[in-house]
């Protein structure tokens, strides 16, 4: 066979292409407009009546404590509203499901596929660009949504971020990269699984719901157990206690995002959730209020980040095998 | 374009030894052995269900074997996907495209998915545009195509890429008539000016025996016959060398024609067929081994002075070979069954 040897080189990086593709695809599609309103919407609107609680607490706090970091940070007085950092965690799940629930079904469905897959590119860059796309739109509005937080801060409230803080909103920044990707991979997992777009997008929503009631469950069964911490009878049994709820809410992802990005976000919170020895309860309840240095910080929530990025590689493995094992009938 | 690279004795652009696909219990294709080469237009004939776009699949690496081999331009398409996906143009059954984009950006996004610069991009993608007659729709986005447009797009997808070989699966779906006499004259030419290797499946008789220069006649999953349509009616047993006698005479003297051409040396049977209005036509049989040339002038004799319309060799016809081919194969499902 040797006289039919392929052409010589300059094949297109297959994976840039079709991400290119999407990526123009997303900035012009309805989902990406939603995604700006809710997204800017949603973060702005609280901060703004946030901006006078920051302003009385500004002049409370000393300089060391991060005060711009308060913009993302500070949940606004009397409002039932989250943190910016809890909106996000609470809504890039559904963002990250929407930009990829329907990459692989949809064109499977519209008989697009077939023809993707028969030119010269593998077929895990269909899956790579597509991630890659929704990633970029998605993370795109977030970080364009931070910036006009920060400029909110500087210009209006006269807060100056630290360099200290800066840092600190690029590593949380980094995080809600992992966070968003998670979400990203499982729903290209669902679109490459379920043949049907509506089924997949409603599979995602459902687990994200499941998720999200399951949280609040955890979240309210965390406090009840917390109070009689410290009444238990032995610590021992309070500890285990403890050791079992915290367990059970490690299986959260949320949870495992929202601890992260809180102690990231602030230098002043010196442990991730409840302490889980008897060590760490009394150490914890000795404790003089301490700053972290970005380093600690991270060091802090380093399992969590890993959980989360390990999480996101199974999802995007998943989907890999599905596909590459998949027949392309049009 | 790839005319050059043919070489005097072309090798086959596509060849499957034993190709075989099973879904669970149900064999798709079984055992099959093809080939197709450069400059060579093969259709690919069946029932639906046969296992023909089975066989695409696997040709393009877009389903698994489970067990067989498959060359495409030389190449094992699971082992070097890449070096036959950019020689191989593929167009799909229910092709589609993104229909927020238009014809054009279509093509423009499959050209660069194959690597093609801007400036060689932009003419290629009209000229095919101009090929399947969608210059003046090129710019409208695609969902507001008709299906015979889709179509025509999705021949001209297949070709951007200025591919060595083309695999078309029905390709002729639901374009209009003369869209398809275009259609099919525009493969012709690909294939025997530029000496592309051109495999299609089709359920379309009349088109596949004017297209195709050899045929596969497909059945449950197994190549019943190949070749051309004189080869394949000899293969079924239809004989090549029939008459066909048409005169022009009122019913009742249509038995002293038939007697007359009966009692001509060498002829075996006279069938009666239906002939137009006041037309009588008859299928004349003859001895093998007799020239047809010769028979046909003492037949001319025979008629004598009444008005003979048409008399010559009957053109062997796709349908009654496919009638033949299927007719025996579900003959032999019955004997399996029974079995
Ligand atoms: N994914 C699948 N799972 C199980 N069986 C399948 C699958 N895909 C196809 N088949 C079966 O394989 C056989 C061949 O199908 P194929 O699509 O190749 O037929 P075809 O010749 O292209 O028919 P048509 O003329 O209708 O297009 C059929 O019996 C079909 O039911
Ligand atoms: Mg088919």
Redesign the pocket.
Known sequence: MSATTAPAGRLPVGWAVIAGKEFADHLRSLRFLILVVVLGAAAIVPLYFAADAIRASASQVSGAKAIFLALLDLPPRGLSVPPVYGFVGIVAPLLGVAFSFDAVNAERADGTLARLVAQPVHRDDVITGKFLAGLAAIMLVLVSVVLVIAGFGIARLGIVPAQGEIERLVAWLALTFVWVSLWLAFGLLLSVVLRRAATAGLAGFGVWLLLQIFGQLLVGLVTQVVAPVATAATEQQAVALQNLSDMITRAVPLTLYQEAARVILDPGQTAVSTPATVGQLQQYQQQIPTLLSLQQSLLLVWPQVVILVAMTAVCFALAYVAFMRQ?I?A | MSADGVSVVPEPAIRTRGLT?R??G?V??DHLDLEVRPGEIFGLL????????????MLLGLTEPTAGEVRVVGLDPARRPLDVKRRVGFLP?SVGFYGTLSGRQNLRYTARLNGLRRDEAEPRIDEVLALVGLTDRADDRAETYSRGMVQRLGIADALVKRPDVLIL??PTTAIDPLGVVEVLDLLRALAHEHGLAILL?S?LLNQVQSTCDRIGV?AA?RLVGSGTVEELAASFGLPLDDIEVVVGVPAAEAPAVEVAIRTVPGVTDVVAEHGARDDRAWIVRVEAGRDVGTMIRAIVQAVGERPLIRVGRRRVELDAIYRQAFARTDAGRREEVAA
């Open positions: 027949e009938r | 696909k879904y669970g149900l798709a294709v069946g029932q639906n269900g046969a296992g023909k776009t089975t066989t695409i699949l059954d699966d029905e499946s359920h497909f999953g």
